[in-house]
Every structure is written in C-alpha cells, then in structure tokens.
C-alpha cells in the first residue's frame, strides 16, 4: 500500500490527486465543513510524481463514493481512500455520474434555470475526462466549469 | 412508430427514422390543411397556446392545425394580460395550463423553458421556441419544404444565411440536415457567425460544413439559400445591430447567379434581407413554406394526441 504524503489518519477518507487548485471547489461541492463535524485537513500545491496536487483529509468520517463522484468535474483524477485502523481499506476512482444536479450554474444568462423557477441546474455528462457538459434546459456547454460552480 | 404524449422539445431528441415518420404523416395532411377534406380526430381536445413572445405563422398555424382537427384552442399571445404580469412563475402557468388543456405550446424568451415546461406537465408540451434556442416545428417544416420541393432532403446544397449567431432555426436546421448528410454552407457577418457548438454538431454527423462571406459564390451552384433575418430583439446593443443589418439582400441581380432550380426559404417574418421583387420569381417558397407549418403540426398534434387519420 503506497504511503501518503500528507500525516496519517486512523480513520475517516483521503481525497487525493485533486488538480492542484482546486481543493476548496472540492470541499464547497461536497458541503463540507457544513454537513460535517469531522476534523478536516487540506494541502495543497503537493508535489507528485504526476506534478502538484491537492489533498483532502476527513477524519471519522467515511465518505460515500457516489456522493464524491460529483467532484469530477473539477478533479477528475483524484482518488477517495478510506482509511480504517490507519491503512488504506478501500481506493476508488472518482466517475463523473450521467447527470450533475445543483452544482453548476449555467452560463447562458438567458437559459431558464437562472431565472426564479422552482427548479435547480442540471447538466448532462457527455465526456468524463475532460469533463464536458451540456446544460438540460438550454444545451449549452460552459466552457469553464470551475467558475461555474455555485 | 408510437409518438402519443410525447413531448416535441427539441429536433435533436429524434431520430432520423422518427423525424421520416412525421414528414409522412404531415403529406397525408396537406389536403385537410388546405381544407379540401375534413377530419374530427382530436373533437373535444382542447390545446393551451401560451405565447410570452410575438409570433404571427407559429401561433396562427398552430392553432389553425388545432381547429382543422376539430380540436379547441384557449391561451393567450401577449402575456402581460396573464399573471405572470404579478410574478408568477412559469412553471406555475404551465401547472394550469396542463390542468385546463390536453396539449401545451409554448413559446417563451427563455432558452431551455420547453423543456422546464415539460418537466411541469402531464400533457405533452410542444416548443413553438425557446429564446435563441431551438425551433423544432419550424425546423421540421423546413425539412418538409425541403423534401417536398427537392424529393430528397440528402446531398442537397444548402446556404443558410445571416444571422447564424441568435437565429434559433438555423441551429436546429444545421443539425437535422447534417442527419441526412446534406452540403452546407453558412454565410453570415463576422460577428454573426455559427457557433461552434453547432459547427461540432454537424462535423460529429459526418458534414463538414463551409463557412464564408461571399454570399454570390455560395449561391452558384446551391440548390436551397435559407435566409434568416438580422433578430434585432436578439442584439445586447444597437449599434452592433446596426453595424450588420443590410449587409446581404436577396434580389433578382443576385438570383442571376444561381441556377434556376435554386428555391429561396425563409423562417419569416423578413424586413429588408429579401427584395419583394424576388416574391414573383419561381426562387420564392417562403409563402408555401408557412404554410406547410399547418400540415406538419397538424401531424405532431395528431400523432402526439393518439388520434389517428
């Protein structure tokens, strides 16, 4: 099992290989510290083998991959390990999900889902890597999803 | 091919196969647009036409397509008479009209509201255009046009031309005609130029289409010029709409350069981009392609309501 870079948590999950960057967006996609008590660490600017990186850390808590799966839009590299008894239990592979719900604003001012209607923003995944999405409503493709996050 | 309560949002949610079925279902129904035969398919079913921005051939054919069916029509054209006037949001309008209606159209500034208003509804919802967006009836009466004057929609030449930018039926035309595999050639304003998601779409089907100014060459050996008009409600500011409008015009000096079977379209309403002069010239299908707007939404009501001829 390869050593982290970051100091080792006796349990909880590791978000690791996020595009250097970009670990706030990751957080703020995953509304954590709101929906967590966990102690939470970030590093940023790590250097790997494949470059600079940023790492997230969530002590005691075990982070559902599918709910992680989201911050491929972002970081589409990283990987979430869950760690128990300090050793790497489970390693997973983020996979951007068919539909992105409530995470991206669209970047047509005109499109519907920026107005007052009783919907959220929803996107359609066509490409996973780089990611590449089309609005529901409007089919518009914002080119840059980092600034689109709301 | 079973279409009943589906939803017409966008050309691109139908397969080429499926779009077919329409254009011959929309030939049955020419002699019961033109009134020469009758029918009662769709007695009692009532359409809500709920139009929030200007249209003339869209909401008449529409409607006339309702009534030639026999059916009824309730909405309005001018929503400052509606409560959206008070706030209220679309998706509640389109809640009402789904509770008083079988059958919701729904034209709307807003790109992508269509489809919000099928997300809101348990009756199908037709786009009579969203904004900027897309067009689909129009588009599918293009392509009718098209195949009805042409006998093919395949390996025809095709210009579209000006504002290629905002207009929302080139778009979906680009798309659906690069199903069928047809040459394109867009000719518009630097600033007015295709966008490149549609570019991609067309070279994602096989069509590599041809971008250019030069709207005399273009037209020389084209079978079908598409002219949209310069959408000055579409502009940010006047003065870039100033700066392109009148830059093509379409007159019988211009038309000496095309071959005599070239046909001459156009969404309407037109303002300056093609000369009445062309009207009288075998070039002009315009009038008969608003009109072939009542025979195909006559098709997709009747095929999405389960009435059958």
Redo the contacts between chains.
């Keep these: 099992m390869r050593e982290l870079k970051i100091q080792t948590i006796k349990n909880g999950s590791v978000i690791d290989h996020i595009t250097a960057g970009n670990a706030v967006k990751v957080l703020h996609i995953l509304g954590i510290p709101k929906t967590s008590s966990s102690t939470i660490s970030v590093a940023m600017n790590v250097k790997s083998k494949f470059g600079k990186k940023d790492i997230v850390k969530v002590e005691n808590r075990e982070l559902d991959p599918q709910e992680v799966d989201k911050i491929a839009l972002i970081a589409p590299k990283a990987t979430i390990n869950i760690i128990r008894d300090f050793e790497v239990a489970e390693k997973h592979k983020v996979k951007l999900p068919k539909e992105i719900i409530g995470i991206v604003r ?1 970047s ?1 001012p ?4 920026n ?5 959220e923003s929803r996107f359609i995944v066509i490409r996973e890597d780089p990611p590449r999405i089309k ?7 914002p080119e840059d999803i980092a600034e689109r996050i709301i | 091919m079973n279409f009943k309560g589906r939803d017409i949002i966008s050309i691109k949610d139908f397969s080429k196969a499926e779009i077919n079925y329409i254009l011959e279902c929309s030939k049955k129904m020419v002699p019961y647009a033109k009134g020469e035969k009758y029918t009662n398919i769709l007695k009692d079913r009532v359409l809500s036409s709920l139009f929030f921005e200007p249209s003339t051939r869209t909401r008449l054919s529409f409607e006339s397509a309702m009534n030639r069916l026999g059916g009824r029509v309730i909405g309005f054209s001018d929503p400052s008479g509606t409560s959206q006037k008070k706030g209220e949001s679309l998706a509640d309008t389109i809640r009402m009209a789904d509770a008083y209606s079988d059958v919701i159209v729904v034209r709307h500034p807003q790109e992508g509201a269509a489809r919000l208003a099928a997300e809101f509804a348990d009756v199908p919802v037709l786009n009579a255009g969203d904004g900027a967006g897309r067009h689909p009836t129009q588009c599918l009466l293009d392509l009718f046009t098209i195949l009805t004057e042409k006998k093919k929609i395949e390996k025809n030449k095709i210009v579209l031309l000006g504002d290629l930018k905002y207009g929302r039926t080139v778009h979906s035309l680009a798309y659906a005609l690069s199903l069928y595999g047809a040459e394109l050639t867009f000719v518009s304003p630097g600033s007015l130029k295709m966008p490149k998601e549609v570019i991609n779409e067309c070279k994602e089907l096989g069509v590599e289409p041809i971008s250019t100014s030069n709207l005399e060459k273009a037209i020389s050996d084209a079978d079908v010029l598409y002219v949209t008009r310069i959408q000055k409600e579409r502009f940010p500011d006047a003065e870039e709409y100033n700066r392109v409008v009148g830059i093509y015009k379409i007159d019988n000096g211009l038309l000496k350069h095309a071959r005599k079977d070239l046909i001459v379209m156009h969404p309407l309403p037109r303002v300056t981009e093609i000369d009445p002069e062309v009207d009288k010239t075998p070039h002009a299908l315009y009038f008969k392609q608003a009109f072939n707007g009542v025979p195909v939404r006559m098709a997709l009501l009747s095929l999405i309501s389960g009435g059958r001829l």
């Design positions: 669209c047509n005109t499109c519907v889902s107005f007052n209607e009783p919907v609005c529901y409503f409007c089919e518009r493709e």
